[in-house]
């Protein structure tokens, strides 16, 4: 199982439909052969919020309901910083922002240098309307992970920060560095648009 886990994470870290679908089929392998493996739970918990906030899937409840069946199987399994963050990415795609920030602060006391944990509680600041420690903590993980092939998600939540404060233009701005280094994350458009209007960049916002 953890050769199929770290097989499929390529695929779940690319955050796009193709990367999505090499990877789910990798995981149900690995959760056939051992129902139980943390890493492996957890990443496809990731992959089934991942079919539902960027429309991977026809059956969102289908895929919402399996991946919080996953993810709160794979929580109490383990105290690895990595699959607690993994875990805490998925709970907060899935809407449960409470129980992704108690595992995001548990990830995050395991190993205080884990990147996705610290991007991951950026995204929870965004949503709870924090955009000025939410841009801090997105600096904080690509300091650490400025090559990670999630770094460009940390740019994508600075935007949406700046866009939550008001400033269009700059939050603009960071989603077209996302996207210029992620071209196939063709989700950051839904808020990509938005910063370009609001920032009177029509031509820009047209093209998005």
């Known amino acids: 199982p953890r050769e199929l886990a ?12 193709a990367g999505n679908t090499r990877a789910l089929e990798l995981l149900e392998r690995a959760l056939a052969c051992d129902p139980s493996h943390g890493l492996a739970t957890a990443l496809a918990a990731w992959v089934h919020a991942q079919r539902v906030v ?55 006391a395991a190993n205080g240098a884990s990147a996705w944990a610290w991007s991951r509680s950026g995204w929870l600041d965004v949503y709870r309307g924090d955009p000025d420690s ?7 993980a690509l300091d650490l992970a400025p090559h990670d092939p999630l770094a460009f998600n940390s740019m994508v939540g600075i935007g949406c920060a700046l866009f939550t404060a008001g400033q269009y233009a700059e939050g603009a701005r960071w989603q077209e560095r996302a996207l210029a280094e992620h ?26």
Do not use: N
């Open 6 to 17: 770290l097989r499929a994470m390529p695929g779940v870290l690319a955050l796009d439909e």
């Open 183 to 208: 071209p196939s994350a063709s989700w950051v458009h839904r808020t990509l648009c938005p910063a370009h209007v609001l920032a009177g960049q029509g031509a820009q916002a047209r093209r998005s």
């Open 54 to 108: 960027y429309h991977f899937t026809a059956d969102i409840r289908q895929d919402r309901a399996r991946g919080l069946e996953l993810a709160r199987r794979a929580q109490p399994r383990s105290a690895d910083p990595t699959v607690l963050a993994v875990v805490g990415t998925a709970l907060t795609l899935l809407d449960d922002l409470d129980g992704a920030a108690l595992v995001v602060q548990k990830a995050l």
């Open 134 to 140: 939410a841009i801090e903590r997105f600096k904080i």
